[in-house]
Protein backbone atom coordinates (compact mmCIF):
# COMPACT_ATOMS: atom_id res chain seq x y z
CA UNK A 1 0.00 0.00 0.00
CA UNK A 2 1.62 3.37 -1.14
CA UNK A 3 1.27 6.62 1.16
CA UNK A 4 -1.78 7.92 -0.94
CA UNK A 5 -3.63 4.81 -0.39
CA UNK A 6 -3.09 4.45 3.24
CA UNK A 7 -3.64 8.14 4.04
CA UNK A 8 -6.89 8.58 1.70
CA UNK A 9 -8.38 5.27 3.70
CA UNK A 10 -7.57 6.70 7.19
CA UNK A 11 -9.56 9.67 5.89
CA UNK A 12 -12.39 7.51 4.71
CA UNK A 13 -12.56 5.58 7.81
CA UNK A 14 -13.20 8.66 9.70
CA UNK A 15 -15.96 9.64 7.95
CA UNK A 16 -17.64 6.80 8.13
CA UNK A 17 -16.96 6.69 11.71
CA UNK A 18 -18.65 10.38 12.18
CA UNK A 19 -21.14 10.94 14.81
CA UNK A 20 -23.68 12.14 12.25
CA UNK A 21 -25.74 12.88 15.18
CA UNK A 22 -23.34 15.81 17.04
CA UNK A 23 -23.19 17.53 13.58
CA UNK A 24 -27.10 17.96 13.39
CA UNK A 25 -27.20 18.95 17.08
CA UNK A 26 -24.40 21.93 15.41
CA UNK A 27 -26.77 22.77 12.94
CA UNK A 28 -29.89 22.90 14.79
CA UNK A 29 -27.42 25.35 17.42
CA UNK A 30 -26.37 26.95 14.80
CA UNK A 31 -29.95 27.53 13.67
CA UNK A 32 -30.76 28.81 16.63
CA UNK A 33 -28.16 31.35 17.06
CA UNK A 34 -29.39 33.07 13.86
CA UNK A 35 -33.65 32.96 14.74
CA UNK A 36 -32.43 35.16 17.94
CA UNK A 37 -30.42 37.21 16.06
CA UNK A 38 -27.20 36.03 18.04
CA UNK A 39 -23.85 36.43 16.52
CA UNK A 40 -21.11 33.09 15.47
CA UNK A 41 -17.98 33.51 17.07
CA UNK A 42 -15.55 31.61 15.31
CA UNK A 43 -11.76 30.43 16.51
CA UNK A 44 -9.04 28.42 16.69
CA UNK A 45 -5.37 28.06 17.15
CA UNK A 46 -2.44 27.78 13.62
CA UNK A 47 -4.65 25.50 11.14
CA UNK A 48 -7.62 26.32 12.90
CA UNK A 49 -7.29 29.73 12.88
CA UNK A 50 -6.97 29.34 9.22
CA UNK A 51 -10.32 27.29 9.48
CA UNK A 52 -12.17 30.42 11.40
CA UNK A 53 -11.19 32.65 8.28
CA UNK A 54 -12.78 30.68 5.76
CA UNK A 55 -15.78 29.44 8.02
CA UNK A 56 -17.07 33.14 9.03
CA UNK A 57 -17.07 33.56 5.27
CA UNK A 58 -19.12 30.48 4.88
CA UNK A 59 -21.63 31.17 7.40
CA UNK A 60 -21.87 35.14 6.70
CA UNK A 61 -22.22 34.22 3.09
CA UNK A 62 -24.22 31.05 2.40
CA UNK A 63 -26.35 31.39 5.50
CA UNK A 64 -27.01 34.76 6.75
CA UNK A 65 -24.89 34.25 10.08
CA UNK A 66 -23.34 37.38 11.39
CA UNK A 67 -20.12 35.69 12.14
CA UNK A 68 -16.97 36.83 13.37
CA UNK A 69 -13.55 35.32 13.65
CA UNK A 70 -11.46 37.41 16.19
CA UNK A 71 -8.22 35.78 15.28
CA UNK A 72 -8.30 37.91 11.86
CA UNK A 73 -7.46 41.22 13.82
CA UNK A 74 -3.63 40.80 14.05
CA UNK A 75 -3.26 43.96 15.56
CA UNK A 76 -5.54 43.38 18.19
CA UNK A 77 -4.20 40.06 19.04
CA UNK A 78 -0.68 40.52 19.11
CA UNK A 79 -1.45 43.26 21.34
CA UNK A 80 -3.27 41.40 23.64
CA UNK A 81 -0.61 38.75 23.71
CA UNK A 82 2.35 41.25 24.16
CA UNK A 83 0.29 43.01 27.26
CA UNK A 84 -1.96 40.19 28.29
CA UNK A 85 -0.46 36.96 27.69
CA UNK A 86 -1.70 34.08 25.12
CA UNK A 87 -4.07 32.39 27.38
CA UNK A 88 -6.48 34.96 27.52
CA UNK A 89 -5.99 36.62 24.14
CA UNK A 90 -9.43 35.45 22.74
CA UNK A 91 -11.09 35.33 26.18
CA UNK A 92 -10.62 38.90 26.55
CA UNK A 93 -11.01 39.82 22.83
CA UNK A 94 -14.63 38.09 23.25
CA UNK A 95 -15.64 40.03 26.57
CA UNK A 96 -15.43 43.30 24.77
CA UNK A 97 -17.89 41.92 22.37
CA UNK A 98 -20.17 40.85 25.60
CA UNK A 99 -21.21 37.66 24.48
CA UNK A 100 -24.47 37.06 25.32
CA UNK A 101 -27.24 33.67 25.43
CA UNK A 102 -28.31 34.47 21.95
CA UNK A 103 -24.22 33.72 20.75
CA UNK A 104 -22.34 31.03 19.57
CA UNK A 105 -18.44 30.09 19.81
CA UNK A 106 -17.22 27.69 17.14
CA UNK A 107 -14.01 26.07 17.83
CA UNK A 108 -11.69 24.27 15.40
CA UNK A 109 -8.55 22.40 17.71
CA UNK A 110 -7.18 19.22 16.95
CA UNK A 111 -6.62 18.09 20.54
CA UNK A 112 -9.06 20.28 22.56
CA UNK A 113 -7.14 21.38 24.84
CA UNK A 114 -5.94 20.73 28.41
CA UNK A 115 -5.13 22.98 31.35
CA UNK A 116 -2.96 21.05 33.15
CA UNK A 117 -0.60 19.97 30.03
CA UNK A 118 -0.83 24.21 28.80
CA UNK A 119 -2.38 22.68 25.68
CA UNK A 120 -4.65 25.13 23.85
CA UNK A 121 -5.23 27.00 27.10
CA UNK A 122 -6.63 30.34 24.76
CA UNK A 123 -9.51 28.18 23.55
CA UNK A 124 -10.23 26.48 26.75
CA UNK A 125 -10.25 30.05 28.28
CA UNK A 126 -12.96 31.39 25.27
CA UNK A 127 -14.73 28.47 26.36
CA UNK A 128 -14.77 29.05 30.03
CA UNK A 129 -16.25 32.80 29.42
CA UNK A 130 -18.44 31.87 26.80
CA UNK A 131 -20.08 28.93 29.15
CA UNK A 132 -20.10 32.08 32.19
CA UNK A 133 -22.29 33.91 29.54
CA UNK A 134 -24.59 31.13 28.43
CA UNK A 135 -23.60 31.28 25.12
CA UNK A 136 -23.33 28.33 23.00
CA UNK A 137 -20.34 26.28 22.54
CA UNK A 138 -19.36 24.04 19.48
CA UNK A 139 -16.03 21.99 18.95
CA UNK A 140 -14.97 20.39 16.45
CA UNK A 141 -12.09 18.34 17.86
CA UNK A 142 -9.89 15.44 17.12
CA UNK A 143 -8.45 12.25 19.01
CA UNK A 144 -10.16 12.50 22.48
CA UNK A 145 -11.59 16.04 22.12
CA UNK A 146 -9.57 17.38 25.52
CA UNK A 147 -11.18 20.36 27.50
CA UNK A 148 -13.46 20.95 25.15
CA UNK A 149 -14.67 17.22 23.77
CA UNK A 150 -16.24 17.19 27.55
CA UNK A 151 -17.58 20.49 28.39
CA UNK A 152 -18.35 22.14 24.90
CA UNK A 153 -22.15 22.44 24.40
CA UNK A 154 -21.81 20.25 21.14
CA UNK A 155 -18.44 18.54 20.38
CA UNK A 156 -17.83 17.14 17.12
CA UNK A 157 -15.05 14.29 17.10
CA UNK A 158 -13.06 13.16 13.92
CA UNK A 159 -12.49 9.83 14.96
CA UNK A 160 -8.59 9.23 15.72
CA UNK A 161 -8.12 6.37 13.07
CA UNK A 162 -4.52 6.40 12.80
CA UNK A 163 -2.33 7.55 15.59
CA UNK A 164 0.53 8.80 12.85
CA UNK A 165 -2.24 11.38 11.39
CA UNK A 166 -4.29 12.99 14.00
CA UNK A 167 -3.37 16.33 12.70
CA UNK A 168 -3.98 16.49 9.38
CA UNK A 169 -6.96 13.97 9.15
CA UNK A 170 -8.67 15.95 11.75
CA UNK A 171 -7.87 19.57 10.02
CA UNK A 172 -8.58 18.60 6.62
CA UNK A 173 -12.18 16.74 8.14
CA UNK A 174 -13.11 20.01 10.11
CA UNK A 175 -12.73 21.86 6.92
CA UNK A 176 -15.16 19.00 5.53
CA UNK A 177 -17.34 19.34 8.23
CA UNK A 178 -17.75 22.79 8.50
CA UNK A 179 -18.70 22.87 4.43
CA UNK A 180 -21.25 20.75 5.43
CA UNK A 181 -22.42 22.77 8.08
CA UNK A 182 -23.26 25.55 5.92
CA UNK A 183 -24.48 23.74 2.97
CA UNK A 184 -27.08 21.95 5.21
CA UNK A 185 -30.66 22.71 4.11
CA UNK A 186 -31.25 23.92 7.71
CA UNK A 187 -29.09 26.39 7.31
CA UNK A 188 -28.14 27.35 3.71
CA UNK A 189 -29.56 30.70 2.50
CA UNK A 190 -28.01 31.40 -0.40
CA UNK A 191 -26.31 28.95 -2.97
CA UNK A 192 -22.54 29.21 -3.88
CA UNK A 193 -21.35 30.42 -6.79
CA UNK A 194 -21.16 27.11 -8.95
CA UNK A 195 -23.73 25.56 -7.87
CA UNK A 196 -26.04 29.00 -8.62
CA UNK A 197 -24.71 28.72 -12.10
CA UNK A 198 -26.08 25.15 -12.65
CA UNK A 199 -29.41 26.61 -11.68
CA UNK A 200 -29.59 29.23 -14.19
CA UNK A 201 -30.84 28.48 -17.84
CA UNK A 202 -27.91 27.79 -20.19
CA UNK A 203 -27.42 30.23 -23.64
CA UNK A 204 -28.11 28.92 -26.92
Known sequence: MDFAELFLNACQEAIEDLDHQSIEEAVLTLRQIRQDSGRLFVAGSGGGAGHASHAVCDFRKLCDIDAYAPYDNTTELTARVNDEGWDSSLSNSLKVSRLCDRDGLLLFSVGGGDEDRKISTNLVSAAKYAKSRATKVIAI????????????????????????????????????????????????????????????????
Open 141 to 204: VGRDGGYLGKHADVAILVPPVNNDLVTPITEGLQAVIWHLLVSHPLLAQNPAKWEAQATQPQAT
